[in-house]
């Protein structure tokens, strides 16, 4: 890991990552983020925005695309919507002609290419990261894949004509579904069957995820001395999840037609799991950079600093191993609610006519519809660019914040009921389930990133 060499010591300038961000949800939150920076902070901050994608034509648009956007919202061409959990006794004040004029120059986006279904890849693009940027604040895991191949048709009018057509449009038992899928061989080179099977669907929505997280580390930590805030991490699961989805003996998903439900269970045990005391020496492991390819000298040039109420130790004390001053990041969990976007390959005259039933359900009570990717943002946004104030008030790191609306689309964050969780940990209290299987979770994950770990660490030594 190189010591980092752009904007070091920066703290007027606010670090974003976004995966998946070329398209539907995660195109969305890119330019929520980008809108509600340039709205609402003041005008000598900056916005660093480091937007993945799989290839570099998509990342050439997708800075094209956000640049547009840019160029619109100071143009005044784009209805300037903020969403405010509270909203505000004084709303911010439109910015002026002068301030709008410097929008471009407050937003740098500087794309790097990751493939979460790549496991060396991943570790390319975190070694990459740190070599560009000094920290991050947030990164917002949200890309994905869904697996499915199609439609049920029969199903999906049985389940019409029993359920109804917010059940049919909120939690299909429908789409088609092939068991088994697993990744490209990782390490090129290799023979075949020396490398396990990794699930395809639960690499991309949860390992890629995951081992990234851990090799950029050093970029979210935060020391003890005073600088800037403590960063986050957003998860973004999906509301259209119970536990049943998920077997611990299978929880890559390789053997169930549900792989992407059960990856999200996974999702929300690791992210919500991070909160309970009795996982926290597995939290503090999990945020220690131990990358084969990084020196201690490097992950001590990476450390970023925080101010700590409870600092007494030197910075030296800080950087050896884990240490208790470490601040690791704070995970939040999130969901889109129900949008239409691109992760289930339909026909376009039935994407039509299931955006009309989407309105319908909102219609008729659903309010989980938001139906838009804009709007589906809402929630990872709001987790993303809130006070810290706000969130410890709230509670919000052990609620899973989904993006909701009333019936006529005005937008909201609303608390997800999570099977042996409940709203709060309400649930977990009385039984200890939840707790008990995210110790179960987070130690097979993390058995298993470690394992990779050592796959490419051996296989890059050898190249």
Not at 99 to 118: E, H
Not at 164 to 178: D, E, F, I, M, Q
Not at 192 to 197: L, Y
Not at 240 to 259: H, M
Request: glycine letters at 8%; hydrophobic letters at 40%.
């Amino acid at each position: 890991m190189s010591s980092p060499t752009k904007d070091s010591g920066d703290r007027d300038t606010l670090y974003v990552l976004v995966t998946g961000a070329n398209s539907g949800v995660g195109y969305a939150i890119c330019t929520r983020i980008i809108t509600n920076f340039l709205l609402t902070r003041p005008a000598n901050q900056h916005l660093h925005l480091i937007p993945t994608t799989r290839s570099q034509s998509k990342a050439i648009e997708t800075v094209e695309s956000l640049q547009q956007h840019i160029e619109a919202l100071a143009a005044g061409n784009i209805k300037e919507q903020l969403f405010f959990y509270t909203p505000p006794s004084t709303p911010p004040a439109s910015p002026t002609a002068d301030a709008r004029a410097l929008f471009s120059q407050r937003v740098t986006i500087d794309p790097i290419l990751l493939d979460l279904c790549s496991i060396p890849t991943v570790f390319s693009a975190a070694r990459a990261l740190a070599a560009s940027v000094p920290r991050l604040d947030v990164l917002i895991c949200n890309a994905g894949i869904g697996g499915w191949s199609g439609l049920d048709w029969w199903g999906a009018w049985r389940q019409f004509y029993t359920e109804g057509v917010v059940a049919l449009v909120g939690k299909p038992a429908y789409k088609k579904s092939t068991m088994g899928l697993a990744t490209k061989q990782q390490l090129l080179g290799g023979q075949k069957g020396d490398e396990p099977p990794l699930g395809e669907v639960f690499c991309a929505n949860l390992f890629g995820h995951y081992i990234f997280v851990h090799e950029v580390a050093s970029l979210l930590n935060r020391g003890p001395l005073a600088g800037v805030q403590r960063s986050r991490v957003v998860w973004c699961s999906t509301n259209q999840v119970e536990a049943r989805f998920l077997e611990s003996d299978d929880f890559q998903g390789l053997k169930t037609l549900d792989a992407y439900e059960s990856s999200k269970v996974v999702t929300d045990l690791v992210a919500i799991g991070s909160q309970k005391e009795e996982l926290k020496s597995r939290v503090q492991d999990f945020f220690t950079p131990t990358s084969t390819n990084d020196s201690q000298d490097d992950i001590e040039k990476s450390m970023v600093f925080v101010s700590s109420k409870d600092a007494t130790s030197s910075p030296s004390s800080a950087h050896s191993g884990r240490n208790e001053e470490t601040i690791p990041p704070v995970m939040y969990l999130s969901h889109p609610g129900i949008c239409l976007t691109s992760i289930l390959p339909l026909p376009i005259i039935v994407t039509y006519l299931q955006l009309i039933a989407f309105y319908l359900a909102r219609f008729f009570g659903s309010k989980w519809h938001v139906n838009t990717a804009h709007k589906g943002a809402t929630a990872p946004v709001w987790l993303a660019m809130e006070s810290d104030e706000l969130l410890e008030k709230v509670n919000a790191k052990k609620i899973k914040w989904g993006s909701g609306c009333n019936r006529w689309g005005k937008e909201r964050v609303i608390p997800t009921h999570m099977d042996y969780w409940g709203l709060e940990g309400e649930e977990d209290k009385e039984t200890g389930e939840f707790t008990e299987l995210a110790k179960t979770i987070w130690d097979k994950v993390e058995h298993l990133r470690v394992d990779w770990t050592d796959r490419v660490g051996a296989w890059e030594r050898k190249r």
